[in-house]
């Protein structure tokens, strides 16, 4: 266990470095630069500006000096005053006094909005992104789960139908339909819940909904295929035929082996979730992240890039790393080594 | 292999002719598998749907008196009659509080451009169609062709190539599809002329945009591929069958084309058209973000996009091009649901 644990800890770390390395690359390969405007910029501003971000050393150099501000943390004494150049996301005081503190992971400056690190950036916008990316998760998983278990329990009944037709309106339903379907029918017409916005729960439902219910529809399917599979196992009939109620049997038994496979899809589906934010967020007007990135990009903001890159890339590794945990919990059979 | 039967069956050796009688009314695999479709009766309006959907996409310029990027200035955000009916918060000017000035002329109204919302939205099934035919091509392609040879030649080299599908699970698909797309856009417009780069970008320019999304889903689609055709390969490696063939001396690449990929096609085909549905909101999500198609081809992303903007005062402008992203899309999970139980019988058993 302990050894799967590193090795697979290890695989993270190399893919998260497989990440920045192509990303670091592939965004020095696209023409243009950060300062390259309509209206160009005299060639001694364009040379003071590159220079001041270090823009004309070799991209192999700039990796190496990015790679090392994010990576080496410093511990700093006394009051700190701010700069963009200078602000780390992990600020942990340290019990020695003078106000020591353990500071990692400094994202750099963003090039474009050049009174904000990528770190400030990243912290005002990024939770707004999680936020909605776990209540889709939520609203996923609360509809998904229960209609598949119904579905797989009544197989062949109205019930099931039911369920099944859901889940194929829901997978040919993406967020970019469902979005604007719910904003006008129950924001515009019924006036039931705010059309757009963000900070309160009402504003937090449909934009939750829109990018939830088509993966809850996948959900539905798997819960309801493996649940099947599951109750036809023998240690279910057993289980059966020793005179345990059938509420006890679907839930202790069945249900948890069950979830093994809708378990394993929930990394991926969060990821996509939370990347899928970038349309849910535009419809509703919702100021996140995914804005962030696309004009980051467009305007070559190196830095920016590479800051929402690497955390959606964290969260993602994250999440699949959590879900292979949850597998030895779930099956205590699946051993690795 | 349904060829070959039939081609013997044609010429029965004499004697056994009443056997050859019944071979020929079995129909083989894909005979089967067609009729089962047909009898499949959601995969059926599927079907109809969508060929309704290539017929008009086909047929585009003679159902639409209107260029998809002809603009009037004169018919700003206008909707007819009958819109304004169907949709109760629209108000017609004339009304109180009325804002919405009504034009018969155009089938659905007109965006915020002035544009026929009827034309874009039928010039717009091109593109989905063709990414929703490409799409699966493109992963189908690389995906059997790199999982085959990952499962046939086993050992290292399938450890080594199944590694580099894990890692490229792990990357953020959208991520890496966006950051391509500004590469390929940016990069090769400014390429030198004759070079490859520079001819891909002429070939792109004249679909429209179409290229580098086909090349996208192209590099994100193929993992799930390639790891099927692959287990489907080990597990054919081993049967009776490919051993014979080995053993009366046919090359690998003959028992490859020939023993196994007609074996593993099947459920590598269902698994594509399940997919379809995908690539087609993957498209969609690619122009309502500004990184698809070329303006003014029309898509239905960026015509949904533009169209919220605005959907307190003009809902027909996101909502019909919406309803016909919806509709595609249920199509082709009616067809894909009717074609894994027609080609996959085993699978749909477990996952209805």
Known sequence: MAQYFTRSLLGLVFVLFLVSVITFFLMHQVPGGPFAREKKLPQAVLDNLNAKYSLDDPVWKQYVDYISDLLIPTVTTGEKKFSVTEDHLINIKLPFGDKTTFRWMN?????????????????????????????????????????GTVAALRKNSAADYFSMSVAILGVSIPAI???????????????????????????????????????????ARLTRASLLQVLNEDYIRTARAKGLRSRQVVIIHAMKNAMIPVVTVLGPLFAALLTGTFVTERVFGIAGMGQYFIISINQRDYAMIMGTTLLFAFFIVVANFIVDLTYVWLDPRIRFD | ??????????????????????????????????????????????????????????????????????????????????????????KPVGEDMGYVRVNNDYLLGTDALGRDLWTRIIFGARISLAVAFIGPLTSLL????????????????????????????????????????VFFRSSFTQSEVGSLAYRLNKIDAAFGGMLFIFIGIGITSWMDTARLARGQVLSLREKEFIEAARSIGVRDMAIIFRHVLPNILGPVIVRESLAIPRYISFEAFLSFIGLGVNPPTPSWGSMI????????????????????????????????????????????????
């Open chain 1, 107 to 147: 994202f750099g400056p963003s090039y474009t909005d050049r009174t904000r690190s990528v770190n400030g950036i990243i912290g005002t916008h990024l939770p707004v992104s999680f936020k909605l990316g776990v209540a889709a998760m939520l609203v996923a998983m609360v509809i998904g789960i229960p209609l």
């Open chain 2, 142 to 181: 690389v995906g059997t062709v790199y999982g085959m040879t990952s499962g046939y030649i086993g050992g290292r080299t399938d450890n080594i190539l199944m590694r580099l599908v894990d890692v490229m699970y792990a990357f953020p698909t959208l991520l890496l599809i966006i950051l391509m797309m």
């Open chain 1, 177 to 219: 339909v469902l979005g604007p379907l719910l904003q006008y029918v129950v924001g515009v017409e019924l006036k039931w819940l705010p059309t757009s916005g963000w900070g309160s729960f009402e504003q937090l439902i449909m934009p939750a909904v829109s990018l939830g219910f088509a993966q809850s529809a996948l959900l």
């Open chain 2, 1 to 90: 292999m349904t060829a070959e039967t039939s081609e013997k069956v044609a010429q029965p050796l004499p004697g056994t002719a009443r056997l050859g009688k019944e071979l020929e009314r079995s129909r083989g695999p894909w005979g089967d598998a067609v009729r089962r479709l047909i009898r499949h009766r959601a995969a059926l309006l599927g079907l109809t749907v969508i060929i309704a959907f290539v017929l008009i996409a086909v047929f585009a310029p003679y159902l639409t008196s209107y260029t998809y990027a002809e603009q009037n200035y004169t018919a700003i955000n206008t909707a007819p009659k009958w819109v304004i009916d169907l949709f109760p918060k629209m």
């Open chain 2, 305 to 352: 996009s533009e169209g919220s903007q605005a959907i307190k005062s003009y809902p027909n402008q996101a909502i019909f091009p919406a309803l016909a992203l919806f509709l595609i899309m249920f199509a082709f999970n009616f067809l894909g649901d009717g074609l894994r139980d027609a080609l996959d019988p085993r699978a749909s058993e477990a996952n209805k």
